[in-house]
């Protein structure tokens, strides 16, 4: 039997970071990873990889945005582009950037 493809996501809760400027959300203990999104965003999402245990997807509607949320700072196309990830204020994203390594560092310690 096919898999569905492009399963939609209604009120999803973004709660953190993951790799590659995606954010993270969990509906019933599967981890979504959604794109253009900060954490504390409440988004409806289209599936586009869909895994067992984990999906990606990217918003369709926004239901509510975080706080953290601010304007780009570009308005031309050309700078849009570099800018599309710069969607969190620099305090937070230093934060967030380095709790993501600072979670790695004990499995380094142990590699030694």
Do not use: H
Request: charged share 25%.
């Amino acid at each position: 039997m096919r898999k569905k493809k492009n399963q939609f996501v209604r009120g999803l809760e973004l709660t953190a970071y993951a790799a590659e400027g995606k954010s993270l959300g969990r509906i019933d203990g599967k981890v979504v990873f959604v794109e253009r999104a900060v954490p504390g965003d409440v988004v409806d999402v289209l599936l586009t990889r869909n895994k067992s245990d984990w999906a990606e997807g990217v918003p369709v509607e926004f239901i509510s945005y975080s706080p953290d949320r601010v304007a780009p700072f570009a308005n031309t196309l050309v700078y849009a582009a570099a800018a599309s990830g710069k969607c969190c204020p620099t305090k937070n994203n230093w934060f967030l950037n380095n709790s993501r390594y600072m979670t790695s560092l004990p499995a380094l310690a142990v590699w030694r």
